[in-house]
Each structure stands twice: as C-alpha cells, then as structure tokens.
C-alpha cells in the first residue's frame, strides 16, 4: 500500500519506469468514472435541479479544490477573528471529518485553542449544522472549514485556497491526481488564495495567477504567507522561535502536504536533521507514540521535537524520548490582494 509521499511521487510522474506508468493508467481509468459522477453532481447544483439551502446569515465557504493541506486552518481563524474585532458573532461549522464517537477532530482541536470563544459545530450536514450555530450560539455569521465541494448549502463567499507547491493537483482528479474535481470547478470561486506564496519564485506566481484568470476570471487573487509565530507545549505554554533558531531540530507531521510544513520550518532557521511523515489526520496511537520516542531518543543533540500544532492537539505528551516537543504556530501574512480582501469581507457585514 502507497504511503503519501509515494503516491505524490507516482501520481506527478516523479516515479519513473513500466510499473509505475502502468499504475498511472489504471489510476487514470478510475479518476474518469469518478470526474464523471462530480460532474453529474455540480450539474445538479448549477440547474438548480438539487436544493440550495438557505439559513439567514451571511455564509463563508473556505476550500480548496485538491486533496491535502492548503492551509485552510489559519485561514478559518483569520477570518474569525477579522469578523469579531468589527463586533460580529461568528460560528465555525465543519463537518468533522474522521471525528470519533462525536468528539471533535484534530482540526476543531486545533481551532478551539487558536479561538477558545469560538463556537464550533460538527455536522456533516452543513445546512442543520450552521442552523445549530444560528440557534444555539446566536451566530450572525458563519465559516464553513473545507466546503468548496459541499454545495447544499448556499454561501455569499466562496474562497478557495491554492498551495504554490502543487497547486493544481497534478492537473489529474483522483485517483489519478490529487484533485477533487475538475479544475473548471475554480469558477465558482469568489476569492482565490494562494497559500505558501514565498514557496515559489515570482515567476511560478505570475504562472499560477495567469491560468487561475483563465479559470475563474470574476475571482479576486490574493497572496499569503504562512509565518511561523511560535511554539506551543501540550499544556498551553508558549515560546518564542528564539528556541529552535539555529539549533538542530527533528520533525514529524500527519498533514496533506509534509512539503508545506518542512518549508515553514525552514524559515524558522533552524536545522531539520530528521523528518517523518504519517498519513493526514493521523491519530497517533499509543504504538506510534513509542515508535517517535524511540526514534527521538536516537537522535543526538537535539533541542526539540517539532511538529504541527494539527498534530500536537493529539499528543497527549510534552517530551518524546526525553526531548520536548512542540508544535509549531502559524500566523498569516497577505502579500498581494490584502486591501481588495478586506473590502469584500466589509460587504458582508454591511449587506448581513
């Protein structure tokens, strides 16, 4: 079975030779069929021919159109917050995915400690879960995390986030590609984020930005940078980055796109000597936690364990093999397109 870091490197033609091109056609055959059925579907919605949802308040759709981390998270709290300090009740609706026995997943851990006054509901029905939000928490404006794909419900913004590093999913749907529906799907877009901008060169932006204009020529374009603002321990404590600032680090990560979290690391400047990837919304069993103790106490002058704060809110450990551990802190910097997206969030508050 393909780990993720093997599947990238088949699905985008890194992985070379008979086998490996063999695979991609039967991987190729399968994403038809099922590009064919979200086709079907967004037909459906664009007819009109399945129900819309509507709930009273205005509605925020943040999503992407591949599978795997685009950094929505920071995003979704950004926003949150944006909303509030101008005096709006926000609610965060989600619809939680591998949750357990109802308890909230690593993305709701994450967010109830990035916004602790922030009601959240998890319902994988959007439009009875913002509804609860309205009903019970007295929202007067609602996030929805990862529903680009999600259409029941009606939004009066759908933003949409492009990871630089692979934005376009291989330009193949899955199986075959990382995206989750074809790319003409971006013209629903309102907003098009790319996420990691400092990732690329300035070329690879204006590339980027040209075939989303081609794509969704009414979305505005806006840039962001994930900067690292600092650590945090399993109980709550923070520390500055001055702690792993030129000192050697190991990290692991089970995120959509390892490649995202080693690029912000290294801008943190410290030295990564070591990095293990596990699958996305990894839960970290006992067995794994043992297994990253034994591989840490192995390590030689090391003076932390860093991971993702997605990852850290399921780690109920501050050291592993007598080293901390802490997860790293994202913050979001706008580089292009910051003003233009602060005056179409003002018009949700003014036409909400």
């Not at 709290?77 to 619809?95: I, K, N």
């Not at 996030?143 to 692979?166: G, K, M, P, T």
């Not at 690292?228 to 792993?244: A, K």
């Not at 192995?298 to 809110?313: F, M, P, Q, R, S």
Request: with cysteine; glycine share 10%; charged share 25%.
């Amino acid at each position: 079975m393909l780990n993720a870091a093997d599947f990238r490197d088949l699905v985008s033609g890194r992985r070379r030779g008979w086998l490996p091109g063999f695979l991609r056609g039967l991987l190729a055959a399968a994403s038809g069929l099922y590009a064919l059925v979200v086709a079907a579907r967004n037909v459906c919605y664009d007819r009109r021919l399945t129900k819309i949802g509507r709930v009273g308040v205005p509605v925020i759709s943040v999503g992407n159109v591949t599978l795997g981390g685009t950094g929505k998270t920071p995003l979704v709290a950004w926003l949150a917050r944006w909303f509030q300090t101008r005096g709006v009740r926000v609610a965060l609706v989600s619809r939680g995915y591998k949750a357990h026995s109802g308890a909230p997943n690593d993305e709701a851990l994450e967010l109830a400690a990035r916004l602790p006054d922030t009601p959240h509901v998890q319902n994988p029905r959007r439009v009875a879960g913002a509804q609860q939000a309205i009903r019970e928490h007295g929202a007067e404006l609602i996030v929805l995390d990862d529903a680009f794909q999600h259409r029941r419900i009606h939004r009066d913004l759908d933003i949409v986030l492009l990871d630089a590093l692979e934005p376009f999913g291989w330009e193949h749907v899955f199986p075959r590609g990382l995206l989750r529906e074809p790319l003409a799907g971006l013209r629903r877009a309102d907003v098009v984020v790319l996420s990691r901008s400092d990732a690329v060169s300035g070329d690879r932006r204006a590339a980027i930005r040209r075939r989303v204009a081609d794509l969704a020529p009414r979305a505005e374009w806006v840039e962001v940078v994930q900067r690292p603002v600092g650590l945090r321990s399993t109980d709550g404590r923070q520390e500055t980055l001055e702690r792993i600032a030129g000192r050697r680090v190991a990290a692991f990560c089970g995120i959509g796109n390892p490649a995202g979290f080693r690029h912000t690391l290294q801008t943190c400047g410290c030295q990564v000597v070591d990095f293990r990837e596990f699958p996305d919304h990894h839960s970290y069993p006992a067995r794994d936690l043992e297994s990253l103790a034994r591989w840490a106490d192995g390590l030689a002058e090391i003076a932390a364990i860093v991971c993702t704060h997605k990852d850290l809110v399921k780690i109920p450990r501050s050291q592993l093999g007598g080293i901390p551990l802490r997860g790293l802190e994202i913050g979001l910097e706008f580089t292009v397109g910051g003003s233009a997206f602060d005056q179409l969030l003002g018009t949700l508050i003014a036409t909400g």
